[in-house]
């Protein structure tokens, strides 16, 4: 139970966030958390990384490939109807 003793000891209002940690606290918890040297060096996850983004601009690539520029004027044409078609959007407040 939180006294007028004890509550600046937990008081959180010089925290940007909630979730923000102390000083204190982060040497409490500091032998918990896990070494830096147990994380693979950088180049090996931004290798693994672009990996991802290269294989997705390859699939992305290949679905473009089969497209026939008919294909893309129609549906760009489709979207475009329905970005510039009026709504029939009704707020209702209650007022």
């Known amino acids: 139970m939180r006294t007028e003793i004890t509550r600046p000891q937990y008081e959180r209002d010089s925290l940007r966030y909630a979730s923000d940690l102390s000083d204190a606290e982060c040497d409490l918890i500091a032998p918990y958390m896990p070494l830096p040297k147990d994380f693979p060096p950088p180049s090996t996850v931004q290798r693994a990384h672009l990996g ?43 007022a």
């Not at 497209?67 to 407040?93: F, N």
Request: with cysteine; aromatic share 2%; glycine share 0%.
């Open 52 to 94: 991802s983004l290269a294989e997705a601009l390859e699939a992305f690539l290949a679905v473009l490939d089969r497209c026939t520029l008919a294909d893309v004027m129609k549906r760009r044409s489709a979207l475009m109807q329905l970005l510039t078609a009026p709504t029939d959007l009704r707020i209702h407040s209650q």
